[in-house]
């Protein structure tokens, strides 16, 4: 059974720095795809970033490109999401999610799978 558990976020200022993260069992994670995404209230999921299983390449949504880095550990089996210079636009809650690189280039232009495993989500908040 594919278990996703985030942690890391919180309230932070504009301009200000975390650290996500989601430690994932139950699947082969070095090899895996991965990725971020978020939904703000009231809203529907955004694609965040992902990365590639085996070659770990990154790619972001251009909305984040230079403030977001996507990385994994393998020997953890844990993804993280380090974001900086926060914006308010990017309150929302935090899902890392088992979506293939062909999957996320369909979420990027909205279009989900009909399944799709994620975690319970972390909640950040930008705000001063």
């Known amino acids: 059974e594919v278990q996703l558990v985030e942690s890391g976020g919180g309230l932070v200022l504009p301009g200000g720095s975390l650290k996500l993260s989601c430690e994932a069992s139950g699947f082969d994670f070095s090899i895996a795809d991965m990725a971020w995404v978020r939904q703000g209230p009231g809203e529907e999921f955004e694609w965040v970033s992902s990365i590639g299983g085996g070659h770990d390449r990154t790619y972001y949504a251009d909305s984040v490109k230079g403030r977001f880095t996507i990385s994994r550990d393998g020997a953890r089996s844990t993804l993280y999401l380090q974001m900086n210079d926060l914006k308010t636009d990017d309150t929302a809650v935090y899902y890392c999610?088992?979506?293939?690189?062909?999957?996320?280039?369909?979420?990027?232009?909205?279009?989900?799978?009909?399944?799709?495993?994620r975690g319970q989500g972390t909640q950040v908040t930008v705000t001063s």
């Open positions: 999610a088992t979506l293939t690189l062909v999957q996320s280039l369909n979420a990027r232009a909205g279009v989900w799978p009909e399944h799709w495993s």
